[in-house]
């Protein structure tokens, strides 16, 4: 509840502000709720699930996001439709303050799971020994230190790919495909369906194949489809609407699995820390990407730069080889 209200209200504020500085605030502000948000709800779902269901159960979760996305696509499609470029990113930002009705539901329905219910009372009661070091020193040192810096360059090579092309896609499709407001929510109308597929899909696949299989073989395929996307000529638009689909497809399926493998990676002690985390640690440093193809693209052209997103999934590909398999891991209150 705490997450979903600061995500909800410094979006809100954010189209408030008067200056860039301001801005950057409650853009700060803004990112803590949204990180925090993934982390304890992808915990929660996955704590709930069995394990043979865990990855089903988390894609289908994750495949929200596309019905999300679609949402701000209408919603950016409407208001720059009615509005100026000035006043149109304000009006998108006011509306972020609608999630905060969440908050009402999740009061009213929503406890904790069963497994860290035990463990808190199992420590209350003196049946468990109570680990006086912080949850973040835990996943630092020990035994734990490996898994959190392989999978942190695993959250970073997923997501630093995804963002690399999903970020300059609408200024790509706009500037040197010259199609309109209209034009560029069509072609990115496909992408997204082809992301709430691939969500859905790679939570199946995690629970038949096993966690490291389905993500190298979801990365491998969104590195492949990101590259043949920035490939085709100009003039062919036509194509290009149909790559969108394996784009949006496998890149957004590799997200499925986060859910369920950081929480299998980490004990009860240190599950949403580690969770966390790792994949916000992936989000900072992913964000860098897209920053790094605005430098590129002023040599080599937006399209060629976009292509440095391949680099991520590269990485994490190398990742996993340094990561165990825990597909079937049972989530038990003492670890």
């Not at 209200?5 to 950057?24: E, K, W």
């Not at 704590?47 to 990855?55: Q, T």
């Not at 970073?156 to 407001?181: H, N």
């Amino acid at each position: 509840m705490i997450t979903v209200g600061v995500y909800s209200v410094f979006t809100f504020l954010s189209g408030l502000a008067s200056s860039y500085d301001m801005l950057l605030v409650f853009r700060v502000f803004q990112g803590i709720g949204f990180g925090g948000e993934w982390a304890v709800g992808a915990i929660l779902v996955a704590e709930l699930v069995r394990p043979e269901a865990r990855g089903k159960a988390l894609g289908v979760i994750q495949s929200a996001w596309a019905i999300g996305w679609a949402i701000a696509v209408i919603a950016y499609t409407i208001v720059f439709s009615l509005t100026s470029d000035t006043q149109g990113w304000r009006v998108l930002m006011w509306l972020g303050i609608l999630p905060a009705l969440l908050i009402l539901y999740v009061r009213r329905n929503v406890d904790d799971p069963e497994v860290f219910s035990e463990t808190k009372a199992k420590e209350e009661r003196g049946e468990r020994e109570v680990v006086q070091e912080s949850p973040l020193k835990q996943i630092l040192r020990g035994d734990l230190v490996r898994t959190t810096i392989f999978a942190s360059i695993l959250a970073t090579g997923i997501q630093g790919g995804y963002y690399a092309m999903f970020t300059w896609i609408p200024t790509y499709l706009k500037e040197e495909r010259s199609l309109s407001v209209v034009g560029t929510s069509g072609y990115l109308a496909v992408v997204i369906v082809g992301a709430f597929l691939g969500y859905l899909s790679a939570g199946v696949v995690h629970d038949r194949l096993g966690r490291k299989k389905t993500f190298t073989l979801y990365a491998a395929l969104a590195g492949a489809a990101l590259v043949a996307y920035f490939l085709v000529p100009t003039g062919s638009n036509t194509t290009l609407l149909i790559i969108g689909f394996p784009l949006g497809f496998f890149a957004s399926g590799c997200f499925s699995g986060f859910g369920s493998y950081l929480a299998e990676l980490y004990p009860t002690r240190a599950r949403g820390t580690g969770a966390g985390f790792c994949y916000n640690v992936g989000r900072a440093l992913g964000a860098l990407f897209p920053g790094i193809i605005g430098f590129l693209a002023a040599a080599v052209g937006l399209g060629g730069a976009v292509a440095f997103g391949v680099f991520g999934y590269v990485l994490a590909i190398v990742a996993l080889r340094f990561l165990p398999e825990t597909h079937g891991k049972e989530l038990v209150p003492v670890e």
